[in-house]
């Protein structure tokens, strides 16, 4: 069965570091979604993205975030400067139509540790 | 951010009965409902939905219900089987991009 993937699956980073965070989407997809869950918390939306830009993003996708899809297979989150309370798991998610009756598919996540 | 509850955080049931599990939303925007199954360590795995047009899907030992009046969703699991224990997640989407909002999850155990 077709299956996202995310590398890495933890990184740790110092606090103020870049980090890079990959998805390759289930190959016939074209609806790509961040969402991410801080320890204890619930799974959180971050941002969508579809034909190479943000459909929508949350409150908390603020202008330390960014997404692209620079080679037409990885999808990617990152994080400029990373702070404390960015520590989580990092979730992508694909979807292969905009109709709204089909389930997004999500990866394993990467657990972001920032010291 | 409330919009989805699961006020059970955790449900003990026997191998064989029923598992019941309960979600409530308060946006009437939602019209599109499913449910995740997370194992430690992996991402939410798709397990049943169900569009807001239906008020019941089935899928071999899964049912979903559906009650729009109430803002009320079920899972139903039957017979419960040792391995169906995981935190399970119930999430809402709806308009343009369908962006999924999260309930906080309930730990089913399923004993033998």
């Known amino acids: 069965e077709p299956e996202v993937t995310q590398t890495p699956s933890h990184q740790v980073t110092q606090m103020g570091q870049e980090v890079i965070l990959r998805c390759v989407p289930i190959s016939n997809h074209l609806y790509f979604y961040w969402y991410r869950q801080i320890l204890g918390q619930k799974v959180e939306f971050l941002v969508s993205f579809y034909n190479n830009e943000i459909s929508e993003k949350s409150e908390i996708f603020d202008d330390q975030f960014s997404v692209e899809r620079p080679d037409g297979s990885n999808f990617t989150l990152k994080i400029r400067s990373t702070k404390l309370e960015d520590s989580a798991m990092y979730f992508c998610?694909?979807?292969?139509?905009?109709?709204?009756?089909?389930?997004?598919?999500f990866g394993d996540g990467t657990r972001l540790s920032i010291l | 951010d409330q919009q989805v509850k699961q006020n059970s955080p955790s449900l003990s049931v026997q191998e064989g009965r029923i598992s019941i599990l309960n979600c409530d939303y308060t946006n009437s925007m939602f019209d599109y409902f499913l449910w995740y199954k997370k194992y430690p360590a992996e991402g939410p795995t798709f397990l049943i939905s169900i569009s807001s047009i239906k008020d019941k899907n089935e899928d071999g030992r899964f049912t979903v219900f559906l009650n729009k009046s109430a803002k009320h969703l079920s899972l139903h699991i039957v017979p419960s089987q040792p391995g169906d224990s995981a935190v399970y997640f119930c999430a809402a989407g709806g308009g343009s991009n369908y962006k999924l909002t999260f309930g906080k999850g309930t730990l089913l155990t399923v004993n033998p």
């Open positions: 998610a694909t979807k292969g139509s905009i109709v709204g009756n089909q389930p997004q598919h």
